[in-house]
């Protein structure tokens, strides 16, 4: 199997390539080259384990490794998951409504399946070469704590996080700060999340620097990460009783369109399901689009459900490249133009792909509640969103992306009550580890040169 950029100006690449390169040198997006038909697999995937059932799908797709090797990458990857029957719980609230919980990682966010796997699969490499690898991303939360976790204590492997100094919340600050490993470097800036985005893609515009300390970058486009994610669709979806599985929508809350993706791209390998709704905050670049088929870009508003506040949904490119007939050069100048002008309009847009809802601040509390009230069971203000006008036709799965327990505030608005997590409880015991800089390239240079293995 090999992978193609979204762009079409790169050569295809094998998936260990396409790995460690995360983003193709024209800019664009890595894509399998030809989609696998999971339809003859999936008898036999019925009543595998979750890691079982990891390897054989992703054994489609990692034919460069040995399968002892990716069984091996796959069982530590899910290992960090505890306990393992609890790696991805499917749950029932009501007849026809199930929660896939998403949130029993180390950082108790769904973005640690992806994140966890991809620092296995860098381990490897960096096992395989010889070299070391220094890792370099900026997050306004949830993407910096599960990278951290996904490389923490990995041998021959520095990360360095760049998030804004007191802008983040204090849980998640602490997630990324009160790790203990030597090798984890978290760095508050001063300034916004968009200085810290401005001074990291200076530091990787510097090619030497970046060459000479095999800098690599965490963010969402890793193709690892979207076949990650497809793993907890097809096992929630093994799950459901089988007359129902037809009419399955799973119910997603989005930001950067990277976990909706995944599921939809399991559709296009031919799993059966109904459909997928995408379900966003105020910040509702995506609703807009598969309301009016156009994708126009807005200004960011804060929100109870920060993970999802974003008008740019850098996955947004690989459903393009679908939804453009997988012809690299209208990807190319539909990127262009939407980089210019903001603004996209489809001649068609298939809303059958997608049905979409939004929900306010004062929704999301209104619906932590009510599903409090309902089923006995408490979702954090991200999942809430997913809650919004659903479907009684179908058989709903919601994807809960992160434990309540991370939302404090939110929840005891909400709810009156204040979740917690053993995880989170021992954190609060440890001391915070931080190194303040300026937002400055050359201070950032200069603490990566100290502490780059
Ligand atoms: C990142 C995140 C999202 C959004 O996921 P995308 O893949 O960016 O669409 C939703 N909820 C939580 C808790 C997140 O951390």
Redesign the pocket.
């Known amino acids: 199997m090999k992978f193609v950029s979204t762009r079409g100006q790169t050569e295809a690449l094998s998936f260990t390539e396409a790995v460690a390169v995360g983003l193709a040198p024209d800019g664009g997006l890595f894509l399998p080259q030809k989609l696998p038909d999971l339809t003859p697999h999936l008898a036999k995937w019925e009543g595998l384990g979750y890691t079982d059932l990891a390897f054989e799908f992703l054994s489609l797709f990692a034919t460069d490794l040995e399968p002892a090797v990716l069984r091996d990458i796959v069982q530590r990857t899910y290992g960090t998951f505890a306990p393992a029957e609890t790696i991805a719980p499917l749950r029932k609230l009501d007849g026809n409504l199930y929660v896939l919980e998403l949130f029993h990682g180390q950082t108790l ?3 640690d399946f992806a994140l966890q796997l991809l620092g296995h699969l860098y381990e490897h490499q960096c096992v395989e070469s010889g070299q070391g690898i220094n890792v370099l991303g900026a997050t306004s939360g ?2 910096g704590a599960a990278a951290i976790h996904g490389l923490l204590g990995k041998p021959k492997t520095a990360i360095f996080i760049l998030y804004p100094e007191g802008r983040v919340s204090p849980l998640q600050e602490r997630q990324m700060t009160c790790t203990g490993a030597a090798n984890v470097h978290a760095i508050a800036i001063d300034g916004s999340f968009d200085d810290a985005q401005r001074v990291l893609k200076e530091v990787f515009a510097d090619q030497d620097f970046a060459a000479k300390h095999g800098l690599s970058a965490v963010n ?1 486009i890793n193709l690892a990460r979207v076949l990650g994610q497809c793993i907890y669709y097809l096992s929630a979806w093994l799950r459901v009783p089988a007359a129902e599985r037809s009419n399955v929508e799973f119910v997603v ?8 993706f995944a599921g939809w791209l399991l559709a296009r390998m031919g799993l059966p399901v109904r459909g997928f709704k995408v379900a966003t905050n105020r910040n509702d670049i995506l609703h807009r689009l598969f309301n009016t088929a156009e994708y126009r870009s807005e200004a960011v508003h804060p929100s109870l ?1 920060p ?2 506040d ?1 008008q740019v949904a850098s ?1 947004f490119e690989r459903f393009l490249y679908y939804a453009l007939d997988e012809n690299p050069t209208r990807v190319k100048a539909v990127m262009a133009q939407i980089k210019a002008t903001g603004v996209y309009r489809f001649d068609v847009l298939n809303k059958a792909a997608f049905s979409s809802s939004r929900a306010t601040d004062e929704e999301i509390t209104a619906i932590i509640r009510q599903v409090y009230d309902r089923y006995h069971y408490i979702v ?1 203000p ?1 999942t809430a969103c997913a809650f919004k006008e659903l479907n009684p036709a179908r058989t709903s799965v919601v994807l809960a ?2 434990h309540p327990a991370k939302f404090p505030d939110a929840i005891k608005a909400a709810t009156g009550q204040t979740p917690t997590h053993p995880t989170l409880e021992a954190l609060k015991a440890r001391p915070i580890v931080k190194h303040r800089l300026p937002a400055d390239a050359a201070a950032i240079k200069a603490f990566i040169a100290q502490h780059a293995v």
Do not use: L, Q, R
Request: proline share 4%.
């Open positions: 966010a769904f973005k949830d993407t969402s809350p989005t930001g950067n369109f990277g976990n909706v459900a993970s999802m974003i996955n954090d991200h992306t992160a």
